[in-house]
């Protein structure tokens, strides 16, 4: 009998008893098809309910635990690109007015929630290729003086540079390029990306307007010339504005930013500024800081572009957070809500794994990514016959999207993640029923 995506997935997976292995394999199998639902929701029943609370509170399985053999088999599909882009982010979660024990402050003092850090995958194309590292934490209260006990955060950009250089020397035959946000632009990372010999190359966007050694600011200095080229693209719908196309002219510039203990940093300074945005719209400006240098129109579009591929991160927090519903857990402690968060990211990397590989891979066989019974429940409640043959990845991604609300019409986009975790819900249910029904009447056979 073929194995499921988690068992492939946890196939090397080692808490230190068989019986823990065996339940985070069902626990995943279970989260990940009903994904939008509750823990008892998914799992159940009452047992299996109970068996799930258990693991999750059992103090002998550590989150990282869990993740590892996922860390690994992310690890054998890096190493099947000639690049691939890390891409790092935070984000918070918001668990007021639970009773958990271990959390702390958010934004706002009067919060209490946690944050997540991860270090996710993505090749070129953008296809997922895993979560390869995690922070989660809650922060301290501060104190009288409103100061905050406890690393400083900003540690863990410079920690998570240091893990992908690691990661780097493992994977010899793949580029590792490091990618993040204004939150990163700091100079003691890439000082100390440059003492470690720059293993894995870094992509920061830009906050400080630097002073150059000569006095001069490094924005304007950058763009003080004429623009390399232009580039059109289309950027995606986000936080209720429409996806539209967007024509930015491009500036790059290898200049040396001043830092006390290195005396400078060599580095590559580019600028992405829209042209003509839609009236009452701000124009899109990126500033990027990088060790590679880019001295073509060509190599300077390429960074740009993989500097567009972070939104890949983003929408693996809108899978984690919306479509997975992390914010509504409801455990006893900190340290459960890992274990829980462990699980989420990594049905949260396949949901969106699933859309990009029907995206960019339309001709893939099914079965690499569904067993039989999943892609004929497809084809079934969309009131179709299913192939006596294993079908297109694209065509039955497209299906399982239509119920979730996905109106296939003709010149609609390829489906999003939400239409997918919907539909994916309804297909896992109805393969379920299914496989029970034919046991059910083999039973009855004999």
């Known amino acids: 009998m073929a194995m499921s995506w988690a068992e492939e997935e946890f196939r090397e997976i080692d808490l230190g008893d068989e019986r823990l292995d065996k339940r985070a394999i069902v626990l995943m199998d279970k989260l990940s098809a009903r994904p939008t639902a509750s823990i008892p929701s998914a799992c159940g029943g009452w047992a ?20 590892a053999p996922h860390w ?42 946690m944050y997540v850090h991860p270090t996710y995958a993505v090749s070129v194309d953008r296809e997922p290729l895993g979560v390869l590292d995690a922070w989660m934490w809650a922060r301290q209260p501060k104190d009288a003086e409103g100061l905050r006990e406890g690393i400083t955060e900003s540690t863990r950009w410079i920690e998570g540079y240091e893990r992908v250089a690691e990661m780097a020397a493992e994977l010899p035959s793949t580029r590792l390029v490091y990618v993040a946000d204004r939150e990163s632009d700091m100079i003691d990372l890439m000082a100390r990306a440059t003492e470690l010999g720059n293993p894995a190359d ?26 390399l080229c232009e580039m059109r693209f289309l950027m995606p719908s986000r936080q209720g504005q429409k996806a539209r196309e967007v024509c930015q002219q491009l500036w790059a510039r290898r200049v040396d930013l ?20 839609p009236a009452g719209t701000d124009p899109v400006v990126w500033r990027l800081l990088t060790n590679r240098q880019a001295e073509t129109p060509e190599a300077v579009a390429e960074l740009i572009d993989w500097y567009r591929a972070r939104w890949e991160i983003e929408l693996f927090f809108h899978v984690l957070k919306n479509g997975c519903k992390v914010e509504a857990l409801q455990l006893g402690a900190l340290e459960g809500l890992q274990r829980a968060l462990a699980l989420y990211m990594i049905t949260s990397w396949r949901v969106a794994r699933l859309m990009r590989l029907g995206r960019i891979c339309p001709e893939l066989d099914a079965e690499l990514m569904f067993d039989r019974g999943e892609w004929q429940a497809a084809y079934l409640l969309n009131k179709k016959k299913p192939p006596a043959t294993a079908p297109r990845l694209n065509e039955v991604i497209r299906l399982i999207a239509k119920l979730g609300g996905f109106l296939a019409r003709q010149g609609d986009r390829e489906p999003g993640v939400k239409t997918i975790w919907i539909g994916l819900q309804r297909v896992t249910d109805f393969a379920i029923g299914v496989k029970f029904l034919r046991e059910v009447q083999a039973e009855n056979c004999v």
Not at 218 to 223: A, S
């Open 72 to 113: 690994e088999c992310s690890r054998r599909r890096m190493a099947e690109q000639p690049l691939v882009l890390c891409l790092q982010d935070t984000t918070e979660l918001d668990f007021n007015g639970q009773t958990t024990s271990g959390l702390g402050p958010l934004s706002y003092e009067a919060q209490r929630g």
């Open 202 to 227: 870094w992509l920061l966007r830009a906050q400080h307007n630097r002073n150059l050694p000569d006095g001069d600011k490094l924005w304007p200095t950058v763009m003080s010339g004429k623009p």
């Open 48 to 67: 299996e309910t109970q068996a799930a609370y258990r693991f999750l509170s059992n103090d002998e399985v550590t989150w990282e635990g869990i993740l």
């Open 258 to 277: 001043p830092h006390g203990r290195c005396g400078t940093i060599r580095a590559t300074c580019l600028v992405a500024k829209e042209m003509n945005p």
